[in-house]
């Protein structure tokens, strides 16, 4: 007998696989895994908006409409399957569809997906060397997700399959702190 576990990972990577399959169609695979990043992100970071979507006292078509009204603009099929997750009582299963999903699309595209977090927006010259180094290093191509930062004071954070390169100014100095206060 299957545990809750296992169907727990049946179960979203079935909602990754559809989700993966609807985007392939519209070319929308890499745009996609990077809202799904997004939508994750903002429900685990808004307590207001994770409690109106997981409350099942509200009808399933009005947290429907809420995710459609403050998701607007986002892909078509990424709504569509959060629409079905809210109606299943699914959502909970979001973070791990998010990671299936981001595995699965990268495989679909032979690529490897790299977040990369400046104060700044890239230049070309940095963005296509970040692109060579870590495609010769991963031996496929690289897809940079670039976010803005203002909080890292400067540097780079690059961060792909769990692993973190952590440049900024901000965890330099935390570094000098710690090894100044070791050092008295």
């Known amino acids: 007998m299957p545990t809750n576990r296992a169907i727990t990972r ?4 079935v909602y990754a696989q559809a989700l993966l399959e609807a ?3 519209s070319g929308t695979v890499f745009d996609v895994a990077g809202q799904l990043e997004q939508v994750n992100a903002l429900i685990r970071g808004n307590i207001e908006l994770r409690t109106t979507l997981f409350d099942r006292t509200i009808p ?5 409409g809420v995710v459609n009204e403050v998701l607007s ?13 809210i109606k299943r009582d699914d959502l ?5 569809v998010c990671n299936n999903y981001a595995e699965l699309a990268e495989s679909a595209l032979n ?3 790299i977040d990369v977090t400046t104060v700044v927006p890239l230049d070309d010259a940095l963005r296509n060397s970040i692109k060579t ?5 991963f ?5 940079l997700r670039e976010h803005i930062d203002p909080e890292i004071m400067g540097g780079i954070v690059l961060s792909s399959r769990g692993v973190s390169i952590d440049g900024s100014v901000v965890s330099q100095l935390e570094n000098a702190r710690v090894t100044l206060g070791q050092a008295r």
């Open 10 to 13: 049946k179960e979203s990577a």
């Open 60 to 64: 399933a078509e009005a947290r429907i």
């Open 111 to 113: 690529a490897v997906f």
């Open 139 to 143: 031996g496929c191509d690289v897809l």
């Open 73 to 85: 603009g986002f892909d078509p099929a990424l709504l569509g399957a959060l629409g079905v997750m």
């Open 92 to 96: 909970g299963l979001l973070g791990k």
């Open 133 to 137: 180094k870590y495609s010769a290093q």
């Open 23 to 25: 985007t392939q169609g």
